[in-house]
């Protein structure tokens, strides 16, 4: 490992940049973040679309709502079940 010294050093070797040239990479690594950003935001609101209409698509398809079935229940009644024990307060 280096110490600071060492690094000063070499940092003092090296030369400064040029600020129109830095201003220029700068200003060019914004656009790209910016444009990365809007087709994030693209994507992610045609998933949401995509999603939507499967959702609403797959809900219309069944003509009856959803019903419970009482008389085939699989698992049976334990008396320490929350709503048995609730019948004790």
């Not at 090296?14 to 990479?25: G, H, Q, R, Y």
């Not at 935001?41 to 709502?65: D, F, K, M």
């Amino acid at each position: 490992m280096r110490n600071l010294d060492e690094l000063l050093h070499d940092m003092s070797r090296t030369s400064v940049p040029d600020l129109a040239s830095l201003e220029n990479a700068v200003m060019a690594a914004f656009a790209e973040r910016q444009s990365d950003a809007r087709a994030t935001s693209r994507l992610l609101s045609a998933a949401a679309v995509l999603a939507l209409g499967v959702g609403y698509a797959g809900g219309s398809i069944l003509p009856t709502p959803a019903r419970a079935n009482d008389k085939n229940l699989v698992i049976a009644e334990t008396p320490l079940a929350p709503s048995t024990l609730l019948d004790f307060l």
